[in-house]
T-cell receptor, first 115, second 117 residues
């Protein structure tokens, strides 16, 4: 069974640009969540999608948005990039977001550098 | 308030020794799940082991075991017979409850484990 696939692996952008990151969950998984990892703030929850609906959102500005398609693939968009958006963006999938025992499986992440 | 605390920023261990990585957590929800993930330099977060708040026994997965002390709110990861490939960052994480909040993991700051030959 293929794992969580994130593309691209690396991305370099300049301030003010926008970027779209892609995540394909494990086959059969319908819940996709996104996390930002930085050396200063650690791992922080961005948002979670299930059945094409955003069910929960972390404490991030509106420049961060996402969506999920009918095949459960998800995209994350960051508009008007700032230097502080440089981070590893990790996508995780689970079969359903039923509760605390649902295991999350992560992809390798997209390393975004904003210059 | 910090919900997951990992007090060891870095640990150095000799190959083949056992190692314990500390994790304490804070929650008022009786239903929660505790996870450990390994992150090698490649960046991928690798699921290691899970412990539910209602589980009667400590979780084990191969060389990994979780020392779950509910009253102390601790969930330490034990790696037996460490190997060079165990060198990585290790994160403790928690999910709470059955509502909307259950969809997010809260992570600790991590422990960088280095295995010396």
């Amino acid at each position: 069974k293929a794992g969580v696939t994130q593309t691209p692996r690396y991305l370099i952008k300049t301030r003010g640009q926008q970027v779209t990151l892609s995540c394909s969950p494990i086959s059969g998984h319908r819940s996709v969540s996104w996390y930002q990892q930085t050396p200063g703030q650690g791992l922080q929850f961005l948002f979670e999608y299930f059945s094409e609906t955003q069910r929960n959102k972390g404490n991030f500005p509106g420049r961060f948005s996402g969506r999920q398609f009918s095949n459960s693939r998800s995209e994350m968009n960051v508009s008007t990039l700032e230097l502080g958006d440089s981070a590893l963006y990790l996508c995780a999938s689970s079969s359903t977001p039923r509760g605390p025992n649902e295991k999350l499986f992560f992809g390798s992440g997209t390393q975004l550098s904003v210059l | 308030a910090q919900k997951i605390t990992q007090t060891q920023p870095g640990m150095f261990v000799q190959e083949k020794e056992a190692v314990t990585l500390d994790c304490t957590y804070d929650t008022s929800d009786p239903s929660y799940g505790l996870f450990w993930y390994k992150q090698p330099s490649s960046g991928e977060m690798i699921f290691l082991i899970y412990q539910g708040s209602y589980d009667q026994q400590n979780a084990t997965e191969g060389r990994y075991s979780l020392n779950f002390q509910k009253a102390r709110k601790s969930a330490n990861l034990v790696i037996s017979a460490s190997q060079l490939g165990d060198s990585a960052m290790y994160f403790c994480a928690m999910r709470e409850g059955w509502g909307q909040g259950a969809q997010k993991l809260v992570f600790g700051q991590g422990t960088r484990l280095t295995i010396n030959p």
